[in-house]
């Protein structure tokens, strides 16, 4: 992307001229253009529905999309969306006021769905998992509404990682948030485009170019939530070996179905002995 002001997306308006910052801005561009690629998200003239929901993984998100737009690696049409649903002290005004002075396509979607996970989850038990239900049957609709074929959202890398973590720990089983999947319906693609990032880089990213980030803190978040917990044991593998995030990511990549344990997915009824010892 060129970096005239002439040229440039209002997104990038005011950018860190050093070389750090560039490296670090081209290597998010790089590694979302990985993801788009590897998982075959373009379908040519799809429009898609970019999730926001004002935290820096989901303006990074929104900023690596336009400079591949601007740069012609991305035909599709985007629409960013926010839904508020109406969490305490919510700043309602930041992001379609962003948005507006950003020039972005919008729209913002109010569904008081706090209320109800408030009335519905026990006290002392955490939220997070009604509100995300309730968020995304919500997103389904509006996708719908506006014609687009993808919803798109902010996941990074560290998301992954944990997801697969609490799969292990408290679900039993080996699985993660993909980087493209089909909703239960079939009529709706979710893409993850920064399912390579790590969210260091959204964070150092987002904050050098001062958007304004909205906390997700707004309902209350509790300490000691299970991906809070995941996240400090990772952190301290991190910090005794640093690049373990990375080497377990690749991980993810490289199954071996006849190395794990699952019938289901490696015949081991088929496995047969050679009937000849091998030549010497």
């Not at 820096?56 to 998100?61: A, E, I, Q, R």
């Not at 509404?145 to 944990?162: F, K, N, Q, T």
């Not at 990549?253 to 091998?278: E, G, Q, V």
């Amino acid at each position: 992307m060129l970096d005239d002001q002439d040229d440039i997306h209002p997104l990038f308006h005011g950018a860190p001229k050093s070389t750090e910052f560039k490296k670090l801005r081209k290597r998010i561009v790089k590694y979302a253009r990985e993801a788009i690629d590897q998982y075959g998200m373009i379908e040519r003239d799809a429009r898609w529905l970019v999730c926001l929901s004002g935290g820096k993984d989901s303006y990074t998100l929104l900023a690596v999309l336009y400079e591949l737009q601007w740069r012609g690696l991305l035909p599709v049409d985007i629409l960013a969306c926010n839904l508020d649903q109406g969490q305490p002290n919510f700043p309602a005004t930041v992001l379609p006021a962003f948005l507006e002075q950003m020039g972005v396509p919008h729209r913002i979607e109010y569904q008081d769905t706090y209320s109800i996970v408030v009335d519905k989850v026990p006290a002392g038990r955490t939220y997070c998992a009604l509100c995300s239900r309730l968020r995304r049957g919500n997103l389904y609709r509006i996708a719908r509404e506006e014609g687009c074929s993808a919803v798109i959202l902010g996941h990074h890398r560290d998301d992954i990682l944990e997801t697969f973590m609490m799969n292990l720990f408290h679900g039993g089983r080996l699985a993660t948030m993909p980087p493209k999947l089909l909703n239960e319906d079939g009529d709706l693609f979710v893409y993850r485009p920064l399912a390579h990032v790590a969210e260091a880089d959204c964070a150092r990213f987002a904050q050098a170019m001062n958007y304004p980030i909205i906390p997700c803190d707004l309902c209350g978040s509790q300490d000691g939530l299970q991906r809070q917990q995941v996240k400090q044991i990772l952190d301290g593998w991190e910090a005794n070996a640093p690049g373990r995030r990375q080497v377990m990511f690749r991980a993810l990549m490289n199954a071996r179905p006849s190395h794990l344990l699952d019938p289901k997915i490696f015949d081991f009824d088929a496995l047969t002995r050679t009937t000849s010892a091998p030549d010497e």
